[in-house]
């Protein structure tokens, strides 16, 4: 009980430095750097060895960080998350006056939102800017560290039926309020202040909405944990972690975190993109081999896309499927899906229960009621590109998409020992 204890802090403290998906990076970066991982830049030559360890960026938000064994390859074993999350996505020119009483910012969804969730909370903005330096245009990340915004909700008074559920326009209703009136500080001002840049250096920007609220431990017996963001940083936090922890084996290990999973995965530096291709390649040429023999590899791999599933809700009962029922703290979710939106089959599934037996995993199997439409992740797009064996996997969680979602306080441990069986292997 205290290693998943300490597990719940650590992964509290990692979703806390991890505002938005650059941030997520940046906070793997430091970590991977610590565990030994040489920083390789896509612009530039790679100098790879036999026993090395390695990570490359993309674009500030997408990360592949790799372990090649010392021994003879055999494959390669690939684990992939996103470091995205649904929120509110700040526009060009955002500020807007009300009546000459409030400034609210111009803001826009950024994927299937809950948006109810967001009001009445203490929210701040965080993301990228990119900005001219010494005449080089540069990204910065930025973190305002203060309860900047709040989105009102509209007084029950003023609206009889709000508990009878109320169409939220998100121009209209979802504005988070900035500043009262004849406040002269400015968006640009608070943004420059808080990455240490003079307003009139920054060009363009990447902002969102973040939520406040620290990760909190809740239950009769501290058995759920409720944190911003849970999908899909609590399988980032457990994949790096995991990876972090093994030294590889005959397969090259790989943890790949990519953006706008949320949006479609449709970016450069999404599953949708060549990123994992390509390193692939360079990896193949860094070691001087042919292709034929990354083809090879390629048929002796397997990949884990890791995020998050729907458990069994204690209100809604009935929105679950009649008999594959997940649980809070339960154990690691299967993922199954008839038309493939979840690449599990029978026999990358007989893989993952055998890897689940060998961790002293708990396993649990989800597929959607016959009648509700699921989401998809991150294996089906990724295999548009590369053809590799692969399983879907997840936490349980409830209010997936809500500002604040819910798990189990012990299901991170389980996916940390079932992805160090599968790195190990």
């Not at 020119?93 to 910012?105: H, N, P």
């Amino acid at each position: 009980m205290e290693q998943g204890q300490n597990r719940t802090q650590e992964l509290f403290d990692f979703i806390e430095n991890s505002p938005t998906a650059y941030q997520a990076v940046e906070e793997l970066e430091r970590r991977f750097e610590k565990a030994g991982y040489e920083c390789l830049k896509e612009t530039e030559h790679w100098e790879i060895r036999r026993g090395g360890r390695y990570y490359v960026v993309r674009n500030d938000s997408s990360l592949l960080a790799f372990a090649i064994p010392a021994k003879e390859i055999q494959g390669f074993h690939i684990v992939a998350s996103h470091s995205d999350s649904p929120t509110f996505k700040i526009k060009e020119d955002a500020e807007m006056k009300v009546e000459d009483a409030y400034v609210r910012l111009n803001t826009e969804k950024y994927g299937g939102m809950i948006l109810n969730t967001w009001m009445d909370r203490p929210l701040s903005i965080a993301g990228r800017v990119a900005a001219q330096i010494d005449g080089k245009v540069v990204s910065r990340n930025v973190t305002v560290d203060q309860d900047l915004l709040v989105i009102p909700n509209l007084a029950i008074h003023m609206n009889r039926d709000a508990n009878k559920g109320v169409e939220l326009n998100p121009q209209q209703d979802m504005l988070p309020l900035f500043s009262g009136a004849g406040t002269d500080t400015s968006l640009t001002e608070i943004v420059a202040k808080a990455c240490g840049l003079e307003p009139e250096q920054i060009l363009a920007h990447d902002l969102f909405l973040y939520v406040r609220q620290s990760g909190r431990i809740a239950g009769a017996k501290g058995e759920f944990i409720l944190s911003p963001r849970l999908d899909d940083l609590q399988c980032v936090f457990a994949s790096a972690t995991a990876m972090m922890s093994c030294d590889a084996g005959d397969h090259i290990n790989m943890c790949a975190v990519f953006d706008n999973e949320e949006v479609g995965s449709s970016t450069r530096q999404g599953a949708d993109s060549t990123f994992l291709e390509d390193v692939l390649v360079r990896i193949r040429e860094g070691l001087g081999q042919s292709e034929e023999w990354l083809r090879r590899l390629i048929a002796d791999s397997f990949l884990i896309s890791a995020d998050n599933a729907h458990a069994l809700h204690p209100n809604q009962v009935s929105k679950a499927d009649p008999v594959n029922r997940p649980v809070l703290n339960g154990g690691v979710v299967l993922k199954y899906h008839g038309n493939q939106k979840y690449t599990t089959d029978a026999l990358s599934a007989a893989m993952l229960k055998v890897l689940a037996k060998r961790a002293e995993v708990p396993l649990q199997v989800y597929t959607n009621r016959s009648d509700i439409a699921g989401g998809s992740t991150l294996g089906n797009i990724s295999m548009r590109h590369i053809s590799i064996p692969s399983a879907d996997i997840g936490l349980p969680q409830l209010a997936m998409h809500s500002a604040v979602e819910t798990a189990g306080a012990r299901d991170t441990e389980y996916l940390i020992r079932l992805l160090q069986e599968f790195y190990s292997a």
